[in-house]
């Protein structure tokens, strides 16, 4: 099993930026691939970015495109959200999940983190 805890989450203005980070446990995330999730309350799961097991292919969802950057450090068994030019309309929970196999188009993850708030302010 793996136990995924998401950090850095707080509240900026917007503008702004914020590092998130989502560390593993239990065993290494080397063999998945990652992906990152927001939910806002009363809106749906919507996906963030995903990246590969080597940290060689990204993809990211068309309203972080340019602003936010998915990356991994194996060694650490980190993956590492950063978002830049942060707009209210970010504000959510953040969530890590890992995937076998790297299919950027799909959102069926396995586990998954109990997630990080992030509020942008105006």
């Known amino acids: 099993q793996v136990q995924l805890v998401e950090s850095g989450g707080g509240l900026v203005q917007a503008g702004g930026s914020l590092r998130l980070s989502c560390a593993a446990s239990?065993?290494?995330?080397?063999?998945?691939?990652m992906g990152w999730f927001r939910q806002a309350p009363g809106k749906e799961r919507e996906f963030v970015a995903t990246?590969?097991?080597?940290?060689?292919?990204?993809y990211y969802g068309d309203s972080v495109k340019g602003r936010f950057t998915i990356s991994r450090d194996n060694a650490k068994n980190t993956v590492y959200l950063q978002m830049n030019s942060l707009k209210p309309e970010d504000t959510a929970v953040y969530l890590c999940?890992?995937?076998?196999?790297?299919?950027?188009?799909?959102?069926?993850?396995?586990?998954w983190g109990q997630g990080t708030q992030v509020t942008v302010s105006s």
């Open positions: 999940a890992t995937r076998v196999g790297y299919i950027p188009e799909s959102r069926e993850y396995g586990y």
């Open positions: 239990g065993r290494t995330i080397s063999t998945y691939a």
């Open positions: 990246i590969n097991r080597y940290g060689t292919n990204t």
